[in-house]
């Protein structure tokens, strides 16, 4: 029996182009909980696995539409193959950082709303 594959390592949200974001990988999971702490997010997930390490990946399509100040995140699993059936919860931890770049500094004084799946959180890129 293998225990569950948990990371709490902290990665950077990434910034891609639509035709890359349509390329990334699709593994089900299920967004439990969300918590935004400054700059970082930690997304609380569970999915189908445990025998392979799962890797999941959060993008910003880099031609943001700040109409209204709303960003589309999207949160990509790879499953690697993983064919066992247990169910695994994960805690993730995001960086945003990378969104300064791609905010203009107009907008960067308000506060944006992060869209990620049906889920809608305020963000204060300041």
Do not use: W
């Amino acid at each position: 029996m293998h225990p569950p594959i948990s990371t709490k390592e902290k990665k950077m949200l990434m910034i891609l182009n639509s035709d890359e974001i349509k390329e990334l990988n699709k593994a089900p999971f299920t967004i439990k909980s969300i918590e935004l702490v400054g700059n970082e997010i930690e997304i609380k997930v569970s999915y189908i696995g445990g025998c392979k390490t799962h890797e999941f990946i959060l993008v910003a399509d880099k031609f943001l539409d700040l109409q209204p100040t709303r960003i589309h995140l999207n949160l990509s699993h790879d499953d690697n193959g993983d064919k066992c059936k247990r169910i695994v919860t994960d805690n993730l931890v995001f960086d945003l950082s990378p969104l300064a770049k791609v905010i203009p500094p107009f907008k960067q004084k308000e506060a944006i709303k992060l869209v990620i799946g049906d889920k809608i959180i305020e963000f204060d890129p300041t």
